[in-house]
């Protein structure tokens, strides 16, 4: 399965990240305001991670439970689906 955006989007992205980064750091001679007034990069992604607080969503762990086929997952809540999943 092939994951990401295509490869010249992906290149954008990336140069848009570092020209951001640059400019929060004052290495660049021009810079926006949104530059500076907008959430970091790295924070932005950490907060798409999944991996925080919240974690998966419970359509993400019932997808999973469905491929895994645990039996009752269509009644669980979050939590319950968390506990099938050994996920905590």
Not at 22 to 28: C, V
């Amino acid at each position: 399965m092939e994951r990401g955006r295509p490869e010249p989007v992906a290149q954008e992205i990336a140069a848009r990240t570092v020209n951001k980064s640059r400019a929060r750091a004052g290495e660049s001679q021009e810079v926006s305001g949104a530059s500076l007034d907008d959430i970091s990069s790295s924070r932005r992604g950490g907060l798409r991670s999944q991996s925080g607080a919240a974690g998966r969503t419970k359509a993400q762990l019932y997808e999973q439970a469905r491929r895994r086929g645990i039996p009752g997952r269509s009644t669980m809540t979050k939590a319950q689906l968390e506990r099938a999943l050994g996920d905590r």
